[in-house]
């Protein structure tokens, strides 16, 4: 059983399109994460949820919408896609307050061309 | 936001050999976590070893251990007995104890294990 589970796992894709980007976690944790990984390995905090409500929103720009429709589950969706949007991006979840670590998804690697 | 240092952007160690990886971070709080996570090729993220904020006591996981020295924020991670397996990037993190679980990394150590 996939404990933090995203799909697509790579996802191609044209300049200006939109996409989106699905996590499911089966842990019963409270909180959810998107972390964006760049080309030098670097984790970089997009948003955090907690509950559902939005709790971490890191400067990211507008195209990128988060969407918690239960506290199981934390979509990405991406508008009008550019170049430097390539990356892998995690999904994570963890308990809240007390909490500990983060339990990671596998990741998706988004190429933009 | 609480920020994390890893200064060690590689770091070599010879097979059976131990390796220290380096890790400081910046807070004004008194509680909080400390993780160092492990990410092979594959790319999955996978935990290392925690560390809270409140216990004095170095945390120890098999051949991996932490120097947690929390006056001078600093969280250095020691690999005994090093393997071919452990080749990979190490992360350290720093998360909030409140609400806001606010979870930051450094921006890793490449390991390579030399045989």
């Known amino acids: 059983d996939t404990a933090v589970s995203q799909t697509p796992k790579y996802l191609v894709t044209q300049m200006g399109n939109d996409k989106s980007i699905k996590c499911e976690q089966n842990?019963?944790?409270?909180?959810m994460y998107w972390y964006k990984q760049d080309s030098k390995k670097f984790l970089k905090i997009m948003f955090s949820?907690?509950?559902?409500?939005?709790?971490i929103n890191e400067t990211v720009p507008n195209r990128f919408s988060p969407k918690s429709p239960d506290k199981a589950h934390l979509n990405l969706h991406i508008n009008s896609l550019e170049l430097g949007d390539s990356a892998v991006y995690f999904c994570?979840?963890?308990?809240?307050?007390?909490?500990?670590?983060?339990?990671f998804g596998q990741g998706t690697r988004l190429t933009v061309v | 936001a609480q920020t994390v240092t890893q200064s060690q952007p590689e770091m070599s160690v010879q097979e059976a050999e131990t390796v220290t990886l380096s890790c400081t971070y910046d807070?004004?709080?008194?509680?909080?976590?400390l993780f160092w996570y492990k990410q092979p090729p594959s790319r999955q993220m996978i935990l290392v070893i925690r560390q809270e904020a409140y216990k004095q006591q170095n945390a120890t996981e098999n051949r991996f251990s932490v120097n947690f020295q929390k006056a001078a924020k600093s969280f250095s991670l020691k690999i005994s007995d090093s393997q071919l397996g452990d080749a990979a990037m190490y992360f350290c993190a720093y998360r909030t104890f409140d609400n806001n679980n606010d979870m930051r990394f450094g921006a890793g150590t490449r390991l390579t294990v030399k045989p």
């Open positions: 994570a979840s963890s308990y809240g307050q007390g909490g500990s670590e983060a339990f």
């Open positions: 842990l019963g944790h409270d909180t």
């Open positions: 949820y907690n509950n559902k409500e939005l709790i």
């Open positions: 807070t004004s709080e008194s509680d909080y976590y």
